[in-house]
């Protein structure tokens, strides 16, 4: 690099998962610091938190641009969508975010993807095929589009395979505790997708899980050290630590096209001791049982 740079990480609401992703970028950006013999070269790391509200998300991206930002590195979905929307000139990164690159490959060529796509079947088909006792599901979401194919998805499963789903859509954070104590007491477990919004309300529902005996199972590992029950994912901070990595090599090589998309796309399962054995519908031992059945790693965690 011939000069210093400047990158933007924005985020759409606080939660433990992008606070993970944050966390695996800033670190990729502070060992690169670390290293550099001329402190010219070092790279400025710029933070905005949208705090689930749009129109200051907007803003944030577009004082961003105007600060003179050269990199922006937004997390989630919308939140990218919002940011191609805005710059146009400058080298975009969407982090964790469900972007079809070759759609975009004519007119927006500034922009590279990290994602890690999970759907829901990954889920249901571990509840249907191992927690026999399980069968009525409680799913909330927000009215999110990049969430709405993934409930189609997850109805169209519990149809195929005798799954008792309960629906409810919130558009507020304190909609949460409000619709998710009748879903969690009329159900046997409550099932939260990858779903900014909701999760950022987590430690709500873990009490009412908690109250009520039941399993609260999510796809991020962020949302068990909070307290869910139990979680089939991607770790979060790396994500954050594969975006920070290919960040560098586009600031060293530019967007070459062997950047432009990448997955994280291997599943693990994460649980909390703490809060998982408060329930009678799965013990510890079934679930290590489970992630060796299915070959994939297991961590317990907890913050």
Do not use: W
Not at 25 to 45: A, F, G, V
Not at 176 to 191: M, V
Not at 199 to 207: A, F, P
Request: proline share 2%; with cysteine.
């Amino acid at each position: 690099m011939a000069q210093a740079v400047n990158v933007g990480i924005i985020i759409p609401i606080h939660h433990q998962a992008l606070e993970d992703i944050k966390m695996g970028i800033t670190e990729q950006i502070e060992e690169y610091n670390s290293i550099i013999i001329n402190q010219k070269d070092k790279i400025n790391i710029f933070f905005g938190n949208a705090q689930g509200d749009q129109t200051l998300m907007r803003q944030i991206i577009i004082q961003m641009r105007n600060k003179g930002v050269d990199y922006f590195m937004p997390i989630g979905t919308l939140t990218t969508e919002m940011t191609i929307s805005i710059v146009k000139n400058k080298t975009i990164i969407g982090v964790a975010a469900e972007i079809d690159i070759n759609k975009l490959k004519k007119k927006n060529k500034n922009v590279s993807v990290v994602s890690d796509k999970i759907s829901p079947k990954s889920i249901l088909s571990l509840i249907k095929k191992y927690i026999k006792k399980i069968k009525k599901i409680g799913l909330i979401y927000s009215n999110s589009e990049k969430i709405f194919p993934e409930i189609e998805e997850a109805k169209k499963f519990c149809e195929k395979n005798n799954l008792e789903l309960s629906l409810k859509k919130i558009n507020t954070i304190s909609e949460i505790y409000q619709f998710g104590e009748s879903l969690i007491k009329n159900n046997d477990a409550l099932l939260i997708l990858k779903d900014n919004l909701v999760v950022s309300g987590i430690t709500g529902l873990v009490k009412i899980a908690k109250k009520n005996k039941k399993l609260l199972i999510t796809e991020d590992d962020g949302s068990v050290k909070k307290g869910a029950s139990f979680a089939l994912g991607v770790v979060e901070k790396s994500i954050g630590i594969k975006a920070g990595e290919t960040l560098i090599k586009i600031i060293k090589n530019g967007l070459k096209e062997e950047y432009r998309s990448t997955c994280i796309n291997e599943l693990s399962i994460f649980y909390n001791p703490k809060t998982f054995n408060n329930q009678n519908f799965l013990t510890e031992k079934e679930l290590i049982k489970i992630a060796k059945n299915l070959s994939i790693k297991i961590y317990p965690v907890s913050k």
